[in-house]
């Protein structure tokens, strides 16, 4: 592999929670060196919430240095690392970064090209600006959560994927590489505002369309064609309590699931008749509980029926059965074992114990990385923690 298309771009990530990591991740696999800014108590503070550093996925590829920004040595720190970044990424709620003294004001002023990327939940102005929230908050708010429910039954929040790492974190990321772009030819960085609230409304741009267009009554969740109404596009059970995903919405591969369930289509309503979809959402699940999962996937191996087995995450990451469903998991490497390198704690004796900085090859693991670069232009006089 290269180096990646982002090779060469310095990246400043204040160490967060789900999002700010997921967009540095992102741009870490693209090639950007990313230096992560953990806080000094970070470590203390997963280790209570019963969580692992060595663990976390969506810290690979970059080293980290832990700094108290309450202390002016420790900002002066930072301020000196973003003279040679090309962008910076935090995750506070609005106002705390310029608390700190290090708002994009200031930090623009010591870098003009500096991309200055903020995620936060609502933005960072408007009147819930401040007010606290998960992804489950807003996406309810942006009008997504609503869609995620079968009818006549309540909403289902999907995880976080909607609202952190879509609407969140890959709008971000998103945001940095455009801003970067305008940056190389203007000379002048800028200020991302990505707000999750916001993000999620943009991912759900297809059922704003689809209700413009009058095919999704927002009255009515769970009756329409991609949402669970339609026989053809719904989740059903196997004879072993597994699941099959069922997308079959085109009519060629319509028909090569009715001849994959034994059903003559010449005896049956048609595709797109939605009254007929409640008899046949029961007449699909009654076959599909005739077999096992396993068995289903052999049946519809080599079609364009579109049905998929429902994997666990586990699943998913383990399968190497050399067949066409799951060959492609090795072939385009979507899984892979993560390296884990083993660190340790060093104090920065020049900051009188105002910057912790991990470096590898010891006990005591706290992310992944490698030693941190002295490249970027800040020097750090280091001696063993006590």
């Known amino acids: 592999m290269g180096a990646g298309p982002l090779a060469g771009v310095r990246v400043v990530e204040i160490a967060g929670i789900g999002p700010g990591p997921f967009a540095a991740m992102l741009l870490a696999d693209l090639g950007a060196e990313v230096l992560r800014i953990d806080r000094k108590d970070g470590a203390a503070i997963a280790r209570a919430m019963g969580m692992d550093f060595a663990k976390d996925i969506s810290n690979r590829g970059r080293p980290s240095v832990a700094l108290d920004l309450k202390h002016p040595q420790a900002v002066a720190v930072l301020l000196g690392l973003l003279e040679s970044a090309d962008v910076l990424i935090e995750g506070f709620r609005p106002g705390v970064m310029e608390g700190l003294g290090l708002g994009p004001q200031v930090c623009l002023e010591r870098n003009p090209k500096l991309v200055y990327g903020r995620m936060t939940g609502w933005g960072q102005d408007g009147p819930l600006a401040r007010r606290a929230g998960h992804d489950i908050n807003y996406i309810a708010m942006s009008g997504v959560l609503h869609t995620f429910a079968r009818q006549n039954e309540r909403p289902v929040p999907p995880g976080n994927t909607v609202g952190d790492m879509g609407g969140g974190g890959l709008m971000l990321a998103f945001g940095i590489v ?32 689809m209700m413009a267009m009058g095919l999704y009554d927002p009255s009515r969740p769970g009756t329409h064609l991609g949402d669970t109404g339609a026989p053809f596009y719904e989740v059903y059970e196997t004879r072993d309590a597994r699941h099959v995903a069922v997308g079959a919405i085109e009519p060629q591969f319509y028909q090569q699931l009715l001849k994959g369930l034994g059903l003559d289509a010449a005896a049956l309503p048609k595709q797109m008749d939605a009254r007929s979809w409640p008899d046949m959402k029961r007449r699909f699940a009654d076959i599909f509980r005739s077999k096992t999962r396993a068995e289903w996937e052999s049946a519809f191996e080599g079609t364009d029926a579109c049905v998929s087995p429902v994997l666990s995450p586990v699943e998913a990451a383990a399968r190497r059965r050399r067949d066409q469903l799951t060959a492609n998991y090795a072939a385009r490497r979507q899984f892979v074992e993560p390296v884990m390198e083993r660190m340790t704690t060093v104090r920065g004796a020049a900051l009188d114990g105002y910057m912790l900085t991990y470096n590898k090859q010891s006990p005591g693991n706290t992310g992944f990385g490698t030693d941190v670069p002295m490249h970027w232009g800040v020097g750090f006089a280091q001696r063993r923690e006590k």
């Open 178 to 209: 455009s801003a970067l772009v305008e940056a190389r030819g203007s000379g002048r960085g800028q200020t991302v505002d990505a707000a999750m609230f916001e993000g999620a409304a943009l991912l759900g741009t297809s059922t704003f369309v």
